[in-house]
């Protein structure tokens, strides 16, 4: 596991909700993508008032670890929109919001402020024979949707569906000759989402997905219903479809909410992703079940 030093080179407003900010020198310049449309990095931030003062962590065989008698970086994981080797760029666009440490600082981030990253990992993977994808996702997973499809060949059929807070949330896409594109307005934090009638209205019981993939991103409770109605409805294999969940409503709290639950609880949970199975993906229905039934 490498973890990367990079310093900003500039930051650019792209909507009301949502701004660039573009990393570069330090370590970067050896920083390998994965080239996947939505590869991701865990972000370390400066702990304290002192934007500069950044605590990054070591490598370790297994991951990584903060150095004796240093403090914790803050860490947050986010999508990668763009990657330019020549002359050594990274673009990571931001949601703006009131709270939350990324959110905080990329609001304020000037140029020559330091940020740590490790390497990237990819989930977006469609089978050699895909023809036809269809791409949901709110706010969140915008910036890895315009990158996916700009990578897509011109022969995939591409729906895209996106649920962004208002109009003027909504961007300009890479332009793709078999694309069709929809915008939806809420969710995102500021009503309930729709992402799952989103997704079970583009993929109704009685379709044929015959060469079809699905990718969709954002709300983790949003999504749980999206992957029963895939694997359990439509009976998909799990290489046919990828749901990923960015953000948590109540996150600064998830965590204690998480550790006040009686030990057995979490030790039967955390013992779901300990036995044999052939599929994670029904694992993990079993296990966002419990989750929403805990009122996590």
Not at 20 to 42: C, I, K, M, N, Q
Not at 120 to 134: A, F, H, K, N, S
Not at 195 to 206: D, K, M, R
């Amino acid at each position: 596991m490498e973890i990367y030093r990079a310093v900003v080179a500039r930051v650019r407003p792209l909507t009301a909700s949502m701004i660039r900010v573009t990393l570069t020198g330090g370590d970067l310049p050896a920083f390998t993508s994965t080239g996947v449309g939505d590869e991701y990095v865990r972000l370390f931030f400066p702990h304290g008032p002192d934007r500069h003062d950044l605590s990054l962590p070591v490598p370790t065989e297994s991951g990584w670890e903060t150095p004796e008698g240093r403090p914790t970086a803050p860490m947050r994981t986010y999508t990668i929109r763009a990657v330019r080797p020549e002359p050594g760029e990274i673009d990571i666009d931001f949601v703006v919001h009131e709270h939350g440490v990324a959110a905080g600082w990329a609001a304020a981030a000037q140029p020559g402020d330091p940020i740590g990253l490790n390497a990237p990992t990819g989930l977006y993977d469609p089978p050699e024979d895909v023809v036809r994808q269809i791409l949901v996702a709110d706010l969140t997973g915008l910036p890895a949707v315009a990158r996916i499809l700009e990578n897509t060949p011109e022969h995939i059929a591409t729906r895209v569906i996106l649920e962004v807070p208002d109009k003027a949330s909504e961007q300009a896409l890479p332009a793709h000759p078999r694309a069709r594109v929809t915008w939806t307005h809420g969710g995102n934090g500021h009503s309930p989402s729709r992402l799952a009638e989103l997704v079970t209205t583009a993929l109704p019981g009685e379709s044929d997905l015959t060469g079809t993939y699905l990718w969709t991103a954002g709300e983790t409770t949003a999504l749980r219903s999206v992957r029963k109605h895939l694997r359990r409805t439509l009976g998909l294999d799990s290489s046919r479809f990828k749901v990923v969940g960015y953000w948590v409503p109540g996150s600064d709290t998830w965590t204690e909410r998480w550790e006040a639950l009686p030990a057995t609880v979490r030790a039967e949970l955390e013992a779901l992703w300990e036995a044999p199975t052939d599929d994670l993906e029904d694992v993990t229905i079993v296990y966002e079940d419990r989750l929403s039934n805990l009122g996590l």
